[in-house]
């Protein structure tokens, strides 16, 4: 484990990396809810380290900290940019991906030029806040000239398959993964026979070939 100074204090950071790796790596950040050590990150880790990505999760300052309620937006960003620049610093060249808020942070990140990346992945996006009816304003997503890629649960509250959609098709480069009956966590239903394995499996295997198609 890896400590990270930011400006409002350190962090850990996990970087896991396979035998042989091949570029770029990835930085993976963590939903509102759930940290870096969470069995949802660490499946996600796992599966991206064995298709020979290097990868780096961390925890934001109030996850580090012990507290439930996340820090707010320009916090956020502070830290997220110090995990994006040591871990470049370590290995080269990232993509950013990210759990719902973690996704969302790290666009907003590139959306201001505080941090050049390959591409961007969000696992969940965020579109609809939690008890909200209103999608957010992405008009920051739309300022993006790298590649996006949303994978995105048909069942998903925060994140309805037409808005999602509309979003990804208003960006420069975007493009969609639908996880058939997924929710925010991308978990199906149980009719489908499929589990979140089966789903994580699904993401690992779209990012990986987006990334090597050039993101």
Same mark, same amino acid.
């Given at each position: &484990?890896?400590?990270?100074?930011?400006?409002?204090?350190?962090?850990? &950071?996990?970087?896991?990396? +396979? !035998?042989?790796?091949?570029?770029?790596?990835?930085?993976?950040?963590?939903?509102?809810?759930?940290?870096?050590?969470?069995?949802?990150?660490?499946?996600?880790?796992?599966?991206?380290? =064995?298709? *020979?990505?290097?990868?780096?999760?961390?925890?934001?300052?109030?996850?580090?900290?012990?507290?439930?309620?996340?820090?707010?937006? +320009? !916090?956020?960003?502070?830290?997220?940019?110090?995990? $994006?620049?040591?871990?470049?610093?370590?290995?080269?060249?990232?993509?950013?991906?990210?759990?719902?808020?973690?996704?969302?942070?790290?666009?907003?990140?590139?959306?201001?030029?505080?941090?050049?990346?390959?591409?961007?992945?969000?696992?969940?996006?965020?579109?609809? $806040? &939690? *008890?909200?009816?209103?999608?957010?304003?992405?008009?920051?997503?739309? $300022?993006?000239?790298?590649?996006?890629?949303?994978?995105?649960?048909?069942?998903?509250?925060?994140?309805?398959?037409?808005?999602?959609? !509309?979003?990804?098709?208003?960006?420069? =480069?975007?493009?969609?993964?639908?996880?058939?009956?997924?929710?925010?966590?991308?978990? +199906?239903? !149980?009719?489908?026979?499929?589990?979140?394995?089966?789903?994580?499996?699904?993401?690992?295997?779209? &990012?990986?070939?987006?990334?090597?198609?050039?993101?």
């Amino acid at each position: &484990m890896d400590i990270v100074e930011t400006p409002h204090g350190p962090i850990a &950071m996990l970087i896991d990396s +396979p !035998k042989e790796t091949t570029e770029p790596a990835i930085l993976l950040a963590h939903g509102a809810g759930l940290g870096q050590h969470h069995p949802w990150m660490v499946g996600v880790r796992e599966r991206l380290v =064995s298709v *020979g990505r290097t990868v780096g999760t961390f925890d934001y300052l109030y996850m580090h900290e012990g507290r439930k309620a996340p820090d707010r937006l +320009p !916090k956020l960003l502070d830290v997220h940019e110090a995990a $994006a620049r040591y871990l470049q610093g370590r290995v080269g060249k990232l993509v950013l991906a990210g759990k719902s808020m973690g996704g969302r942070v790290g666009s907003h990140l590139v959306a201001e030029e505080r941090f050049d990346t390959v591409g961007l992945v969000y696992l969940g996006y965020p579109l609809v $806040a &939690m *008890g909200k009816t209103e999608p957010r304003d992405t008009s920051h997503l739309e $300022a993006i000239s790298v590649a996006q890629l949303f994978i995105s649960g048909t069942r998903d509250r925060m994140g309805p398959t037409e808005a999602i959609e !509309k979003v990804a098709g208003a960006v420069p =480069s975007g493009s969609v993964l639908l996880i058939d009956t997924g929710d925010h966590s991308l978990r +199906p239903l !149980k009719r489908t026979g499929r589990t979140i394995d089966d789903s994580l499996d699904t993401a690992v295997v779209a &990012m990986e070939s987006w990334i090597n198609a050039g993101s």
